[in-house]
């Protein structure tokens, strides 16, 4: 079975740090693209960050370039979210997702509904 386990949320202040975690199993770890998305109250979820595991290739939304980095631990089947300056608007529930590759191409993509399996949700609370 697909699993994704995030971990690693909490309260901070602004301007603090927190790293998350997001391990991986049952799939191809290689063959896949990671995901961070965030879902404040009130809003739609939001594609944050993402890292595709062959190449490194990553993404980061506007707001948190700078602050945040993505890596992978291919021997830990993890993914990590490292992520810097806090800010309130941080504050969310985030979510990993796996996109898996098809005929041994991986698309990553920005939006949702272009994943396919996600774990649980770990919250970030970030105080003013």
């Known amino acids: 079975d697909v699993q994704l386990q995030a971990s690693g949320g909490g309260l901070v202040q602004a301007g603090g740090s927190l790293r998350l975690s997001c391990a991986a199993s049952?799939?191809?770890?290689?063959?896949?693209?990671i995901g961070w998305f965030r879902q404040a109250p009130g809003k739609e979820r939001e594609g944050v960050s993402s890292?595709?595991?062959?190449?490194?290739?990553?993404y980061y939304e506007d707001s948190v370039m700078g602050r945040f980095t993505i890596s992978s631990d291919n021997a830990r089947n993890t993914v990590y979210l490292e992520m810097n300056s806090l800010k309130p608007e941080d504050t969310a529930v985030y979510y990993c997702?796996?996109?898996?590759?098809?005929?041994?191409?991986?698309?990553?993509?920005?939006?949702?509904?272009?994943?396919?399996?996600w774990g649980q949700g770990t919250q970030v609370t970030v105080s003013s």
């Open positions: 049952g799939f191809t770890f290689d063959e896949s693209g």
């Open positions: 997702a796996a996109v898996l590759a098809r005929y041994g191409i991986v698309v990553m993509g920005r939006r949702p509904s272009e994943y396919d399996y």
């Open positions: 890292i595709k595991i062959s190449d490194g290739e990553t």
